[in-house]
């Protein structure tokens, strides 16, 4: 992946980091740190600016949740509930509780969609309830481009002060993304208990 990554903004420079960027928002499992710590290296290496490096990155990364987005968008809210729902069984969950879950993200959209752009993994996924909640497109990029300016802003500078120590500074990304993801089995076993105890009441 890294010599992938490399190869390709050799090849054709900050396009090669927009078209990484938007890979990574469609498929999260690309680490997006190491994407961009490369890009900070290449801003080092005086192949490109920092704030070329850190524009494509955004670039990249609002097309990518465009995608994903659309995905949404082509989902009407009664599919993706059953959709989510059927997941949802295997840890306990409802309809009615996914539902809810959607009443949620429609009062505070604009701050999931700001703020979830700075958070692994959930950064990609807030594109698809974004999309089949209707966010005007607009109102979506803009947050999206704000979010992910700051997030890639951090990641390039970093890669940008370690040069080539750069993949050093992946194991923080792994680090963030493994807080990440104990944080939403918690917020899971929270949501479980409470129906739970609904259902039992």
């Given at each position: 992946?890294?010599?992938?990554?490399?190869?390709?903004?050799?090849?054709?420079?900050?396009?090669?980091?927009?078209?990484?960027?938007?890979?990574?928002?469609?498929?999260?499992?690309?680490?997006?740190?190491l994407?961009?710590?490369?890009?900070?290296?290449?801003?080092?290496?005086?192949?490109?600016?920092?704030?070329?490096?850190?524009?494509?990155?955004?670039?990249?990364?609002?097309?990518?949740?465009?995608v994903?987005?659309?995905?949404?968008?082509l989902?009407?809210?009664?599919?993706?509930?059953?959709?989510?729902?059927?997941?949802?069984?295997?840890?306990?969950?409802?309809?009615?509780?996914v539902?809810?879950?959607f009443?949620?993200?429609?009062?505070?959209?604009?701050?999931?969609?700001?703020?979830?752009?700075?958070?692994?993994?959930?950064?990609?996924?807030?594109?698809?309830?974004?999309?089949?909640?209707?966010?005007?497109?607009?109102?979506?990029?803009?947050?999206?481009?704000?979010?992910?300016?700051?997030?890639?802003?951090?990641?390039?500078?970093?890669?940008?002060?370690?040069?080539?120590?750069?993949?050093?500074?992946?194991?923080?990304?792994?680090?963030?993304?493994?807080?990440?993801?104990?944080?939403?089995?918690?917020?899971?076993?929270?949501?479980?208990?409470?129906?739970?105890?609904?259902?039992?009441?």
């Amino acid at each position: 992946m890294i010599d992938w990554a490399t190869d390709l903004i050799d090849a054709i420079g900050v396009l090669g980091v927009a078209a990484l960027v938007a890979l990574e928002n469609i498929f999260p499992p690309i680490p997006s740190e190491l994407v961009l710590l490369l890009t900070g290296f290449n801003v080092s290496e005086g192949r490109f600016g920092y704030v070329e490096g850190v524009l494509a990155a955004t670039v990249g990364s609002v097309v990518g949740a465009w995608v994903l987005y659309g995905i949404g968008r082509l989902l009407d809210d009664d599919r993706l509930e059953r959709f989510l729902a059927t997941i949802g069984r295997i840890v306990g969950l409802k309809r009615d509780d996914v539902h809810k879950g959607f009443v949620w993200f429609e009062r505070h959209g604009t701050a999931v969609v700001l703020f979830g752009r700075l958070v692994p993994v959930v950064r990609s996924v807030v594109s698809i309830p974004a999309g089949a909640e209707k966010m005007p497109l607009g109102r979506f990029s803009l947050l999206t481009a704000a979010g992910s300016l700051v997030w890639n802003s951090i990641w390039v500078a970093i890669g940008w002060g370690l040069g080539d120590q750069w993949e050093k500074a992946g194991r923080w990304g792994d680090l963030i993304q493994y807080g990440v993801v104990a944080l939403v089995v918690v917020g899971l076993v929270v949501v479980i208990v409470r129906a739970r105890r609904r259902r039992d009441a």
